[in-house]
Every structure is written in C-alpha cells, then in structure tokens.
C-alpha cells in the first residue's frame, strides 16, 4: 500500500509539473508572437519604401560593468542587431557574468535574443522642451545557465541548470550621434525563476553604434 502510494504522488507531480512547464511555454509563447507580429504589422507598412544596404542597418553595442572590491561584479553583454525598420530592431548577443562576495561566488553565462519599437522617435516633436529623447518598447527572451551549488544545492544533481525567462517592458533612448545611442531600459520579467538573477525591475545602460 505505501508504494501504491509513493507511485500515485510521483505520478501526480510529474503530470502537474509537465502541466506547468507547457502553461509557461504557452504563455511566452504567445507573448512573443504577439510582440513580433505588431513589429511585422508596422514593417509591413513600409515594403514600398526603399530599403538600406545591409551594412547600414546592422548595428552593434551592448553593455560592460565592472565593479571591483569585497564584491566583485562583472557583466559582459555584447549584441549584433539590425534595423529592420526605422522604428524597427532585432539584436542578439551573450550573457557573461561573475559574481564574488566575502562567502561565495558565481559565474552565469548564456544569451538573449530581443526586439525593440521605437514608438517616440523624439520627444520634442511632442513636447517642444528642447529634450531629444526617444521612447521604445522592448521584448526579449534569455536562456542562462546557472551553478547548482550557488542557486538550488539540494535541487539539481547536475552541476549546473539552464533557466529561460521572458522579460518586456521599455525605455529612453538618448541619441549620441547619426548611428550611436544610449539606452536606459527597464525590464520585468514574466515568469521569474525566484533565484533573485533579476531586479524588480531590471535596470539596464546599454549602447548602440
């Protein structure tokens, strides 16, 4: 009767768990569809337009920080993208970061894959302050590998484990030059892993050139 049991409880978990991973799955799923098919609506406005070499629509940037001390905290993410639109971008790009406090440390790596529209190419336009800035909508999917030992010890046998996450949200982008910008992003994420890997919300300083 206990195994009877024991099998009943290990049939129920893995079926509630199968359940939940294609819920979440779903629901990104539809999310990013839903993102990508306004960004192909909107495109799909412009096909008559001439369209720009290749070479000037791609672009690239990214962010570095670096902070040294009894924490030490590393993050490197370089992206490619391109402009598939002039309201319109794609980018992807690694994940690099090395974390260290007086206890412990970590080494997180992966990549991410996003879109932006710019739905505010410049604020002036609306409000005549002399402020040049433009606003933009921001989808991304992110895949990161994490240390078992540092994020769930008694969670995983193995050494490390991935943890994929859908982030959305938006930003300023302050333009430094005919291809050059920066960009202060803030980002939630929608399914949250509950490793404490994102702020509440995600706060990012990138650049483009």
Same mark, same amino acid.
């Given at each position: 009767?206990?195994?009877?049991?024991?099998?009943?409880?290990?049939?129920?978990?893995?079926?509630?768990?199968?359940?939940?991973?294609?819920?979440?799955?779903?629901?990104?799923?539809?999310?990013? *569809?839903? %993102?990508? =098919?306004?960004?192909?609506?909107?495109? !799909?406005?412009?096909? &008559?337009?001439?369209?720009? #070499?290749?070479?000037?629509? *791609?672009? %690239?940037? =990214?962010?570095?920080?670096?902070?040294? !001390?009894?924490?030490? &905290?590393?993050?490197?993410? #370089?992206?490619?993208?391109?402009?598939?639109?002039?309201?319109?971008?794609?980018?992807?790009?690694?994940?690099?970061?090395?974390?260290?406090?007086?206890?412990?440390?970590?080494?997180?790596?992966?990549?991410?894959?996003?879109?932006?529209?710019?739905?505010?190419?410049?604020?002036?336009?609306?409000?005549?302050?002399?402020?040049?800035?433009?606003?933009?909508?921001?989808?991304?999917?992110?895949?990161?590998?994490?240390?078992?030992?540092?994020?769930?010890?008694?969670?995983?046998?193995?050494?490390?484990?991935?943890?994929?996450?859908?982030?959305?949200?938006?930003?300023?982008?302050?333009?430094?030059?005919?291809?050059?910008?920066?960009?202060?992003?803030?980002?939630?994420?929608?399914?949250?892993?509950?490793?404490?890997?994102?702020?509440?919300?995600?706060?990012?300083?990138?650049?483009?050139?």
């Amino acid at each position: 009767m206990p195994y009877v049991k024991l099998v009943n409880c290990f049939m129920n978990s893995f079926f509630i768990n199968r359940f939940d991973t294609a819920r979440i799955v779903r629901r990104n799923g539809l999310m990013i *569809l839903l %993102f990508f =098919g306004i960004s192909y609506m909107i495109t !799909g406005q412009q096909n &008559n337009r001439e369209v720009p #070499p290749l070479k000037e629509r *791609l672009f %690239f940037g =990214g962010n570095i920080g670096l902070q040294f !001390g009894t924490y030490t &905290n590393i993050d490197i993410s #370089p992206i490619i993208g391109l402009w598939v639109h002039p309201r319109i971008i794609v980018a992807a790009g690694p994940d690099f970061l090395y974390y260290k406090d007086p206890y412990n440390h970590t080494t997180i790596y992966g990549g991410k894959v996003y879109t932006e529209i710019i739905f505010l190419q410049d604020l002036n336009n609306m409000l005549p302050l002399g402020i040049h800035l433009g606003l933009f909508l921001h989808g991304e999917y992110e895949a990161l590998s994490l240390e078992s030992a540092y994020f769930a010890p008694a969670r995983y046998d193995s050494e490390r484990f991935m943890v994929n996450t859908f982030l959305a949200g938006g930003g300023i982008r302050q333009q430094l030059g005919r291809r050059s910008s920066m960009n202060l992003t803030f980002l939630w994420a929608f399914n949250d892993s509950g490793y404490g890997i994102y702020g509440n919300p995600e706060i990012r300083v990138s650049f483009m050139f």
